[in-house]
């Protein structure tokens, strides 16, 4: 079983509100990613990170900002949350040299902004 | 461009009952190809991975295929379980530097009726 942990699972909030999902793994991985994705449709990478201090964007625009301070923790935050932001958030991470790529992936966090 | 095309979108079939996923793919150059399956709700979790020299692997119930030739590759789900009721997803890492890319399916929404 993985050892990446997400909070909150569930979150409802009104729209204008700043959030903060958090992402805790365990593992030592340096790589760590969050997805976006929409019931029933295809992961979208929104943010990833090599390591401390590194932070990328994704392939999908996201108004999201993410940090990397410590290897283990990988927050992301709306800072002014809207109805379009509503989703299901998924945090990820994998080893970083010579691995075959394996995503260990937490349970994910359902927003839903009103 | 890279992409990962799944078929079917769908599928519903009786407890006890074979299924075969397929997964097409164009990423270009390829490492390795993954199945995870995702309960609902839930972040997805590995099943196989497929380098360049393997024809078929097993885990369980699960056999994964791939013909590196054709880009193809299947996942066959022996025996459904009612637990089986899942999103299957292929993913696809283009080989590279350390940006290395990860393609995600759109998922095949496996239904077990009892």
């Known amino acids: 079983e993985a050892d990446i942990y997400q909070t909150p699972r569930y979150l409802v909030i009104g729209t204008g509100k700043k959030i903060t999902l958090e992402c805790s793994q365990t593992m030592g991985h340096d790589k760590m990613y969050w997805y976006q994705q929409d019931p029933g449709m295809e992961l979208h990478l929104i943010h990833y990170?090599?390591?401390?201090?590194?932070?990328e964007k994704g392939d999908l625009s996201s108004e999201s900002t993410v940090s990397r301070i410590r290897t283990e923790h990988f927050p992301l935050t709306l800072e002014s949350a809207r109805p379009s932001h509503t989703s299901q958030y998924l945090c990820?991470?994998?080893?970083?040299?010579?691995?075959?790529?394996?995503?260990?992936f937490g349970e994910g966090s359902r927003l839903t902004v009103l | 461009k890279n992409q990962v095309e799944q078929s079917p979108q769908s599928l519903i079939i009786l407890e006890g009952k074979n299924c075969t996923l397929q997964c097409n793919y164009t990423v270009s150059p390829f490492s390795n190809l993954r199945w995870y399956k995702q309960d609902t709700g839930r972040g997805p979790v590995s099943l196989t991975i497929m380098t360049f020299s393997e024809n078929t692997k097993s885990n369980g119930r699960y056999t994964a295929t791939l013909d590196a030739d054709t880009k193809q590759s299947s996942l066959h789900i022996t025996a459904s379980q009612l637990s089986d009721s899942a999103s299957y997803i292929c993913?696809?890492?283009?080989?590279?530097?350390?940006?290395?890319?990860?393609?995600f399916g759109k998922g095949t929404r496996l239904h077990i009726l009892p």
């Open positions: 990170s090599y390591g401390v201090n590194s932070t």
């Open positions: 993913v696809v890492r283009e080989a590279g530097n350390r940006d290395d890319k990860i393609i």
């Open positions: 990820a991470s994998s080893e970083f040299a010579g691995d075959t790529g394996e995503l260990f």
